[in-house]
């Protein structure tokens, strides 16, 4: 990995809508330990997770793979032979970085520039979206979804990461203001958290966990569960039992 740059984005500017460019892409990796609480262990638990289900000879997808943090932990956490790391992103300067980041992989990674919502899921045994399917449109979650369910082998698992929203308006405000005081005690300002906050609305559109959970569950995933949350994130592993 190169030498992080920090986000300072947000001072600068205000009022564009949220874009995965170059100038996203200069700082991301800063951007998004500095802005999600828990991200480290989530990358670290997709290792672990890898090394109990991955399954020989079988395909790792990390859909919207940003500049290869979740590629680089499933390959990190194989224990079985054959395997091949998928890293799909849909921005050519995420993935050119990606390219960089991930050239000592132990296991191959192969990236692809595509839509993931184009991509054929094929023989998966792990497949993750981290902090990927709250950027994409509501009414299209569902298939996309559906068809990493019908290219998943049995016993294989997805591990799905995101920004929610809590349907208790009480229990709303206190997250956000939670997520908020956090982001300032990792050095942002009081006005790039609310020009980031404006950036991203309409952007990234969270969804109530019980949302996500029935939304697995009509894909076809037998068991879901919710294995971690601080404040208004969270990951949930899915079995394709």
């Given at each position: 990995m190169?030498?992080?740059?920090?986000?300072?984005?947000?001072?600068?500017?205000?009022?564009?809508p949220?874009?995965?460019?170059?100038e996203?892409?200069?700082v991301?990796?800063?951007?998004?330990q500095?802005?999600?609480?828990?991200y480290?262990?989530?990358?670290?638990?997709?290792?672990?997770?890898a090394?109990?289900?991955?399954?020989?000879?079988?395909?790792?997808?990390?859909?919207?793979?940003?500049?290869?943090?979740?590629?680089l932990?499933?390959a990190h956490g194989i224990?079985?032979?054959?395997c091949?790391?998928?890293?799909?992103?849909?921005s050519?300067?995420?993935?050119?970085?990606?390219h960089?980041?991930?050239?000592?992989?132990?296991?191959?990674?192969?990236l692809?520039?595509?839509?993931?919502q184009?991509?054929?899921?094929?023989?998966?045994?792990?497949?993750?979206?981290?902090?990927?399917?709250?950027?994409?449109?509501?009414?299209?979650?569902?298939?996309?979804?559906t068809?990493?369910?019908?290219?998943?082998?049995?016993?294989?698992v997805?591990?799905l990461?995101?920004?929610?929203?809590?349907e208790d308006?009480?229990?709303?405000?206190?997250?956000?203001?939670?997520?908020?005081?956090f982001k300032?005690?990792?050095?942002y300002?009081?006005?790039?958290?609310?020009?980031?906050r404006?950036?991203?609305?309409?952007?990234?559109?969270?969804?109530?966990?019980s949302a996500?959970?029935?939304?697995?569950?009509?894909?076809?995933?037998d068991e879901?569960q919710?294995?971690?949350?601080?404040?208004?994130?969270?990951?949930?592993?899915?079995?394709k039992v």
């Amino acid at each position: 990995m190169i030498k992080k740059a920090k986000d300072t984005l947000f001072t600068q500017k205000e009022g564009m809508p949220f874009a995965f460019d170059a100038e996203v892409t200069r700082v991301f990796e800063d951007m998004i330990q500095r802005s999600v609480p828990g991200y480290g262990l989530t990358l670290q638990m997709i290792a672990v997770i890898a090394g109990l289900y991955a399954q020989k000879n079988s395909k790792l997808y990390d859909l919207g793979c940003s500049l290869g943090a979740s590629s680089l932990a499933l390959a990190h956490g194989i224990k079985v032979e054959g395997c091949e790391v998928v890293g799909v992103d849909n921005s050519e300067a995420m993935l050119a970085q990606c390219h960089r980041n991930t050239k000592q992989s132990p296991v191959s990674i192969v990236l692809q520039q595509d839509d993931i919502q184009n991509m054929l899921i094929e023989d998966a045994s792990v497949v993750v979206l981290n902090f990927t399917l709250q950027f994409i449109a509501k009414e299209e979650r569902q298939a996309l979804l559906t068809r990493i369910y019908q290219g998943m082998r049995q016993g294989g698992v997805l591990i799905l990461s995101e920004k929610v929203c809590f349907e208790d308006g009480f229990e709303q405000q206190q997250h956000i203001a939670l997520h908020e005081a956090f982001k300032k005690a990792q050095g942002y300002s009081e006005l790039e958290v609310s020009r980031k906050r404006q950036s991203l609305e309409n952007v990234l559109i969270p969804e109530p966990i019980s949302a996500h959970h029935a939304r697995l569950k009509d894909a076809g995933f037998d068991e879901v569960q919710t294995w971690f949350q601080c404040f208004n994130f969270v990951s949930v592993l899915a079995y394709k039992v």
